[in-house]
């Protein structure tokens, strides 16, 4: 029985006569209990309020605490005993040596918090989900295709968390029966996109010909219908990193498709999406929530990247934008290639993605205002809009971290993803004033052209000193795709300025920017060692040179490299160089489209008085620039 101790106050009820304690019946039986009657140790009725709460005038609160006196559901007692003969099943065909155990029915996971609930033993057979044609690899060569990924390729956009991905590799591969075949961080489908990618990063010989990269590309999207139903994480950054593959070997089209159907896939995953509420119930962890985050903005970035209209608008999305980890931020940067050196660098990989994403959203306020279909560049809103989008980009340049910062006379080349977040931003600059860059004895100069000029011609400039700290280390061979096309982006304003310098009879200025459309085109050839998209937007660029400015030979040192590798037959160069030609003549489908986009070639009596750039819708579809 229980002992009323507590003062009375005066609002306290008095028990009724007519209760079921004073009266000694047997109270109703529940199968709740509220959370004072819990710690109270004593007999609830499941009311709300509960009658022991209303006598002693407590909050009556239900928790979603399982009830240990509830009895379980019939449902679940069920599942569990077919789980059971399950396990039991999979424990008596594996100690039987006529029958193989086989993959268990349903084993891969479709949990959404990461946490498996086996463990990985015995051998780890990498070999097992790609293609045969890799049947004289070995275990080393994989390891370090890997860690080149890692190191160079996915530093610059966190596609992939390395930890989480080589847990569940060595898990999903391992010789355990009861493995996943694929989680949210590891799937077949990814494991072949990583390879693809992570070849045109390697010197090995055995991966040099790219038919290595070929072949695991082609695995990886003959596993789309296997895993496009039920799509993970995996699944989404998997597609993701094929559309990177396949524009970095020039196939445009079908990069745009494969990202794009990874676009979409975020929907259908619900990552803009804010899951705090799925945090808070438990059903998710802090580790799958931080993963989920990165993998939208992942997408967001790249689709800015695409050359064409964002599909994916900072408007749509519910997420905040991705949390900085300073445990990840101090993990030390080494690539495979510069493994010598002495001391690593802290990688504050974190940290440029967090800003690289701030800064993706000033280039989707870029597209939309200054790229946008019938835009009128000199109407009142839209050079608000721009007056806007420039004040926020010095914003956010002012507000970089010192961490992230070069400054010109920077000797001492940081991490490779710093120097692409400088590049970037000076992109983006371009992005926004290329439109408004004329030439100098126009008829009709406003302050906004002025700015224009000065503006991308500094951007450009400092692109390419970015770019040769780069090359110092760890190499521009290693740089990633959208590398590319900051490159060209720089590359075609110093032609635009080469033009105007030539135009206005300034034979200094002129000597200076024909040293640096020699350099962009340098620069664009080092990242043609590993993407053929390199290699034929310089071989575009130095037509387009050699018609417009007519340059004198390059100095010794500058003369460009040909575009086919080594080894390489001429009929696999020719599609390089037929690019080419079909951007210089004057009667090609590529030059009618040029000259609908703006780009009016010179003639004998005078040059164009406005040189407009292609947008990067433009030169996505049909200069063949890098996509990401």
Not at 173 to 191: D, E, G, I, K, V
Not at 221 to 246: C, F, I, M, N
Not at 506 to 518: F, N, V, Y
Not at 578 to 597: N, T
């Amino acid at each position: 029985m229980l002992r009323q101790t507590r003062p009375d106050t005066g609002s306290r009820k008095v028990v009724s006569h007519g209760t079921a304690e004073a009266t000694g019946r047997k109270g109703k039986n529940s199968s709740k209990a509220c959370s004072g009657c819990r710690r109270r140790k004593s007999k609830c009725d499941g009311g709300n309020p509960c009658s022991t709460c209303e006598l002693y005038c407590d909050t009556c609160t239900y928790t979603q605490e399982q009830d240990g006196r509830r009895p379980a559901a019939k449902a679940y007692v069920s599942a569990l005993e077919e789980r059971v003969r399950h396990l039991e099943g999979l424990l008596n065909a594996r100690q039987d040596p006529s029958g193989g155990a086989g993959e268990p029915h349903g084993a891969e996971s479709h949990r959404t918090d990461g946490d498996e609930a086996t463990q990985p033993f015995g051998p780890v057979d990498w070999r097992r989900h790609l293609p045969p044609e890799l049947a004289e690899w070995d275990e080393e060569l994989h390891e370090d295709l890997l860690a080149r990924f890692f190191a160079y390729f996915n530093t610059w956009c966190l596609w992939v968390d390395e930890d989480s991905f080589r847990r569940d590799l060595a898990l999903c591969l391992s010789s355990n029966p009861l493995a996943p075949s694929r989680t949210s961080f590891y799937s077949p489908l990814l494991h072949n996109a990583i390879i693809a990618l992570a070849c045109a990063l390697s010197n090995d010989t055995r991966v040099s010909d790219r038919s290595a990269a070929r072949a695991c590309a082609a695995r990886a999207k003959a596993l789309l219908e296997d895993e496009g139903e039920r799509p993970q994480l995996s699944t989404q950054q998997g597609l993701l990193l094929v559309g990177s593959y396949h524009s970095g070997n020039s196939l445009q089209g079908l990069g745009y498709l494969y990202s794009g159907i990874g676009f979409r896939m975020s929907q259908t995953l619900g990552l803009g999406i804010d899951c705090s509420p799925l945090l808070e119930r438990g059903v998710i962890t802090a580790a799958m929530k931080q993963q989920r985050t990165r993998v939208m903005w992942t997408a967001y970035v790249q689709d800015n990247y695409v050359g064409r209209n964002p599909s994916i608008l900072r408007s749509t999305l519910e997420l905040a934008l991705p949390e900085i980890d300073p445990e990840l931020d101090q993990h030390p940067w080494l690539g495979p290639a510069n493994a010598t050196e002495k001391k690593a660098l802290p990688s504050f990989a974190s940290s440029t993605f967090h800003w690289l994403c701030r800064l993706a959203i000033i280039e989707e306020h870029v597209l939309t205002a200054v790229y946008a279909l019938r835009v009128n560049l000199y109407s009142a809103q839209t050079l608000n809009r721009i007056s806007e989008i420039a004040l926020d980009l010095e914003t956010w340049a002012s507000s970089l971290p010192i961490s992230l910062r070069i400054a010109p006379q920077t000797i001492k080349p940081p991490p490779p993803h710093i120097i692409l977040l400088n590049a970037l931003y000076q992109f983006v600059v371009i992005l926004l004033y290329r439109p408004y860059y004329i030439r100098h004895n126009a008829e009709m100069n406003s302050p906004l052209n002025d700015t224009a000029v000065k503006r991308c011609s500094s951007a450009a400039t400092r692109i390419v000193a970015l770019f040769e700290l780069y090359q110092r280390s760890p190499g521009l061979r290693y740089a990633p795709i959208s590398a590319t096309q900051m490159a060209f982006g720089a590359a075609t304003t110093h032609l635009l300025a080469l033009v105007n310098a030539e135009s206005a009879q300034q034979r200094k200025k002129a000597a200076e920017l024909r040293d640096s459309t020699h350099a962009c085109s340098r620069i664009l050839r080092e990242m043609g060692k590993g993407y053929t998209c390199a290699l034929q937007t310089a071989d575009i660029f130095d037509g387009l040179v050699e018609k417009w400015a007519n340059p004198s030979p390059p100095a010794d040192g500058d003369s460009p490299v040909s575009s086919a590798e080594p080894g390489e037959t001429a009929s696999a160069a020719a599609p390089v160089q037929l690019a080419a030609a079909q951007a210089l003549d004057p009667h090609s489908d590529l030059a009618r489209e040029l000259l609908r986009l703006g780009w009016k070639p010179p003639t004998a009596a005078s040059l164009p008085t406005a040189l407009m750039p292609v947008p990067p819708s433009a030169q996505a579809r049909v200069l063949n620039s890098a996509l990401r």
